[in-house]
């Protein structure tokens, strides 16, 4: 049974940094692709970051902010999030997918307010 999960979320002031973990059981790791989705009260859930072997891309609102990274030997995917401002606030969930297959974590709460 595969199973994501995140932590690493809360509460920051504008400017501050959060580093959220996703941690991955059940699953061959080193072949997933990997993501960070965020969704926002009232909007649709939006990709952010997503990372395979050896590339990753992110959402032009994040680029130069934040930094998708995974080690393999232990089965993680992180997302250092840099400069937050308040239109970052959402939960924010991990996603794997191998082949046709997606998973998604439960969610962890980022919220960036002074």
């Known amino acids: 049974q595969v199973q994501l999960v995140e932590s690493g979320g809360g509460l920051v002031q504008p400017g501050g940094s959060l580093r959220l973990s996703c941690a991955a059981s059940?699953?061959?790791?080193?072949?997933?692709?990997m993501g960070w989705y965020r969704q926002a009260p009232g909007k649709e859930r939006e990709l952010v970051a997503r990372?395979?072997?050896?590339?990753?891309d992110y959402a032009d609102s994040v680029k130069g902010r934040f930094t998708i990274s995974r080690d393999n030997a232990k089965n993680t995917v992180y997302l250092q999030m840099n400069s937050l401002k308040p239109e970052d606030t959402a939960v924010y969930y991990c996603?794997?997918?191998?082949?046709?297959?997606?998973?998604w974590g439960q969610g962890t709460q980022v919220t960036v307010s002074s």
């Open positions: 059940g699953i061959r790791f080193s072949i997933a692709r």
């Open positions: 996603r794997l997918q191998v082949v046709l297959s997606v998973y």
């Open positions: 990372i395979t072997s050896g590339t990753s």
